[in-house]
């Protein structure tokens, strides 16, 4: 008997990419199940299969870095406070990510793809389920989006949760409307602009050269670091919350286009995020 569970939850996460960089991803986690029928004349309860898978995925992949341990291009340092990274790029750049363990999903694969990460998590949920489920298969999606989005990726260190790692990220789209009237060439810009970005804020930058930005906070979770490329990066005199990003990208806007009502809704990955207006 087959029993599947599509839309069964979202995950947000970045990953490293041999030429991307750090790129900020949503994914929609899909699920299917091959076993016989029990005392109940099921192959297992919906509620097991939703509860079990989602609180897996959210503990394991959700606000992680997602890191291929088997690519050539990766060094990887365990210490005791967690882990410390190298990760060198195609073009030769290098980025260095430090953190707590649970901040980093280490994916026994060569490289991150939907179909790579799905295979990794069947592998780690061997026997989590009951006996009269015989087969497991997970498959990784990403939503359909018609209109301009981008990947970015950043941190909260003031953040209580999960959103404190200095490295997860979304895939979003973008509205904007000026005058009331939505202007999907000033959305293309946007998404152009913050295509793999990682968005850092001033506050927690440590160290800024012609090639290389350095930043560094401690939140509730411990000590995190990172060292990017500063062509990858924009810097902000901000929080990265989507709400603060949706202002933010209003007020850059307005002062581009004086006069103008500007209204923004940014996504923070799927279904989710703020609307903020400015005008100059």
């Given at each position: 008997m087959h029993l599947f569970v599509d839309s069964l939850t979202n995950v947000d996460f970045s990953y490293l990419h041999r030429s991307r960089g750090?790129?900020?991803?949503?994914?929609?986690?899909?699920?299917?199940?091959?076993?016989?029928?029990?005392?109940?004349?099921?192959?297992?309860?919906?509620?097991?299969?939703?509860?079990?898978?989602?609180?897996?995925?959210?503990?394991?992949?959700?606000?992680?870095?997602l890191v291929p341990i088997l690519a050539p291009e990766l060094e990887l340092e365990r210490t005791d406070d967690g882990i410390r990274l190298q990760w060198t790029l195609d073009d030769g750049e290098v980025i260095t990510v430090g953190g707590p363990a649970e901040a980093f999903a280490l994916v026994a694969v060569n490289a991150i793809s939907p179909e790579s990460v799905a295979h990794w998590c069947v592998g780690e949920l061997e026997g989590i389920f009951p006996t009269s489920v015989k087969r497991l298969d997970l498959r990784f999606t990403t939503e359909a989006i018609d209109t301009p989005?981008?990947?970015?990726?950043?941190?909260?260190?003031?953040?209580?949760?999960?959103?404190?790692?200095?490295?997860?990220?979304?895939r979003s789209r973008i509205q904007i409307d000026m005058d009331g009237v939505r202007h999907p060439q000033l959305e293309a810009e946007w998404a152009k602009r913050w295509a793999d970005i990682y968005l850092g804020t001033r506050e927690d930058l440590r160290e800024e050269s012609a090639q290389q930005l350095h930043f560094a906070y401690r939140a509730r979770q411990g000590e995190f670091?990172?060292?990017?490329?500063?062509?990858?990066?924009?810097?902000?005199?901000?929080?990265?919350?989507?709400?603060?990003?949706?202002?933010?990208?209003?007020?850059?806007?307005?002062?581009?286009?004086?006069?103008?009502?500007?209204?923004?809704?940014?996504?923070?990955?799927?279904?989710?995020?703020?609307?903020?207006?400015?005008?100059?």
């Open positions: 750090i790129v900020g991803e949503t994914w929609l986690a899909n699920a299917a199940l091959d076993g016989a029928l029990d005392h109940q004349g099921m192959v297992c309860d919906f509620g097991i299969v939703k509860k079990t898978l989602r609180n897996w995925l959210d503990s394991e992949l959700d606000h992680r870095l989005f981008y990947h970015y990726s950043h941190g909260l260190k003031k953040h209580d949760g999960n959103c404190q790692r200095i490295a997860h990220g979304h670091t990172l060292s990017i490329p500063g062509n990858r990066c924009e810097i902000l005199d901000c929080d990265t919350t989507v709400e603060q990003l949706a202002q933010y990208m209003a007020d850059q806007l307005a002062k581009a286009h004086p006069g103008h009502d500007i209204r923004v809704r940014a996504y923070e990955g799927i279904g989710k995020g703020a609307v903020a207006s400015a005008k100059c």
